[in-house]
């Protein structure tokens, strides 16, 4: 992601000074270092940023300015990256599906943290990965409800598998920990709450004293306007949860914000490219592009439209049928978007929290796709 060396003071100025055709994200580094600090200074534990979620070197960077030491990372390729723009970083593997070249590649690039949920992947680390100093943390899945999409679909051990990986993991010698994703976008603290305390009884099952809990990511971003995200709550309820569940033998605690760190920094300016007799709206961009989740986490309500000449439509809401600009009948976002009465063609219409998985996830599909970037003061 490059960006220009102009800072404009906000998205409508840029957008109505060059009237760009292409759809185009604004980044506030502000924005992205205010959030880094309320998670150093609110969380009560290791903070570090899964890099998935925005792998731009602008935002690695400002993160990294910001104080963040330690970084999520799920490939080689930004094992690599991370090595290039903050050499001195913590890495930390916790994507737990690797090819054996893979784990080699972070042995050599100096991972010192590993995660785990089967004896099949625990053996291919204990026979490739020096135990010592090492930590390897069992990731478990519960079946918690709150998150936007379940996480443990995919990826964790039951309870009682992760206290048989959990000896395992001490027995060969390596820093026994447990890990845990309770989904995305937990706008509450319930999820954390219920993972921690089976941690508990998944250590205890163990016998097994572990050094950390990876309290995952989850972390919401502001996406529905009557509903700003509460970290300071979240980040008392794990706390106060880790006490409880714990006592004295409490483990350090590790999150690993991806969404909930960098979503609110960014803002998606796309343009009305055609306005249907019926209503339905054309955009330049769409679901192969910096859309792509929209079909998976529907609601992100935060938008403003303004004309091509700067004016706010403020006519009220009307459901609309929104379509992507390719030629494919599924590039349509779900449900139907709220938008002014008086929409017209070449408006623009700004999604706000649009910061992960939406440059890393867009395609040229179809030969759409350009992406423009822009830095702002603020959004």
Request: net charge negative; proline share 7%.
């Amino acid at each position: 992601m490059d960006l220009t060396k102009m800072v404009w003071r906000n998205p409508a100025e840029y957008l109505t000074a060059l009237k760009p055709e292409n759809p185009v994200l604004f980044f506030a580094p502000s924005a992205l270092q205010a959030t880094a600090q309320e998670f150093i200074n609110g969380f009560a534990g290791t903070v570090t940023y899964a890099v998935k979620a925005n792998p731009a070197e602008s935002v690695i960077k400002a993160l990294a300015a910001a104080g963040i030491a330690a970084f999520d990372v799920a490939s080689p390729e930004e094992m690599r990256l991370i090595r290039r723009l903050a050499p001195d970083a913590v890495l930390h593997y916790n994507n737990p599906v690797r090819a054996r070249s893979e784990i080699g590649e972070a042995v050599a690039l100096g991972v010192q943290s590993y995660s785990v949920d089967d004896a099949a992947e625990l053996a291919k680390l204990v026979s490739l990965v020096p135990p010592q100093g090492t930590e390897i943390a069992v990731r478990f899945a519960l079946p918690v409800a709150g998150a936007a999409y379940d996480f443990g679909e995919k990826f964790g051990a039951t309870p009682a598998q992760a206290a048989v990986l959990l000896r395992a993991v001490e027995n060969a010698g390596f820093v026994p920990s447990l890990c845990f994703h309770p989904g995305t976008q937990c706008s509450a603290a319930g999820a954390w709450e219920s993972y921690i305390a089976e941690a508990a009884e998944i250590a205890k099952a163990a016998g097994v004293r572990i050094a950390r809990l990876n309290v995952g990511g989850g972390f919401p971003s502001y996406r529905i306007a009557d509903l700003p995200p509460d970290l300071p709550a979240i980040f008392a309820a794990i706390a106060r949860a880790t006490a409880q569940a714990f006592g004295e033998d409490a483990p350090k605690l590790l999150c690993e914000p991806g969404r909930g760190m960098c979503g609110d920094a960014f803002a998606l300016a796309t343009r009305v490219k055609a306005l249907r007799e019926r209503g339905d709206v054309f955009l330049n961009d769409g679901v192969y592009g910096a859309l792509a989740e929209r079909p998976m986490l529907n609601v992100i309500d935060r938008r403003l439209v303004i004309s091509s000449e700067g004016v706010r439509r403020s006519a009220p809401l009307v459901p609309r049928v929104v379509f992507g600009p390719t030629c494919d009948s599924v590039d349509r976002l779900p449900g139907k978007v709220m938008l002014p009465a008086d929409l017209e063609e070449g408006d623009f219409v700004l999604f706000y929290g649009m910061g992960a998985y939406s440059w890393v996830t867009n395609t040229r599909f179809n030969g759409y796709g350009a992406l423009g970037f822009e830095q702002v003061q603020c959004l």
